[in-house]
């Protein structure tokens, strides 16, 4: 039997390291490192990111108490292009903390799905 996404990304320590990577990445990429810098509140995005993987979707047990995908990025006008830069800096954070390469094409499976409650929504 396959493992759970949630232990194939470490658990939730895993999913700390990997947020926190991503995050960092966001921060350090010159095509959305300014949505980040001047997010209302990063520490509670990060907090929520965190339990958004770790939640009962992946196998985990923590409950995602934030908001839906298309609430969080209402008003910002995200584009395709920062759509991919942020998916291109999660998919790096999972290879530098050795996701497999199914787990992390499940991953953007996952990311892909999401894509039409982030752009310009
Ligand atoms: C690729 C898939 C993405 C996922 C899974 C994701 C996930 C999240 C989550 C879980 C939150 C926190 C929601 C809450 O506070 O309740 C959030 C907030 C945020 N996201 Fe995303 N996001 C994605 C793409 C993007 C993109 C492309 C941008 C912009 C370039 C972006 C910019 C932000 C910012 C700036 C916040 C914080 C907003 C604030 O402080 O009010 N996100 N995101």
């Known amino acids: 039997m396959t493992a759970s996404l949630y232990d194939r990304l470490g658990g939730a320590a895993g999913i700390d390291r990997i947020v926190d990577t991503a995050i960092a990445a966001h921060l350090a990429n010159p095509i959305i490192g ?11 995005a990060r907090r929520m990111a965190k339990e958004f993987f770790a939640h009962g979707a992946s196998g985990g047990t923590l409950p995602y108490t934030g908001k839906d995908m298309a609430e969080a990025h209402k008003g910002m006008n995200v584009t395709e292009q920062e759509y991919l830069a942020a998916t291109d800096d999660i998919l790096a954070a999972l290879a530098q903390h050795g996701v497999d ?3 992390r094409n499940d991953v953007l499976g996952i990311l892909y799905s999401l894509k039409g409650a982030i752009i310009r929504v």
């Open 34 to 44: 300014t949505r980040f810098a001047n997010a209302r509140d990063l520490d509670r």
């Open 101 to 103: 390469d199914g787990t």
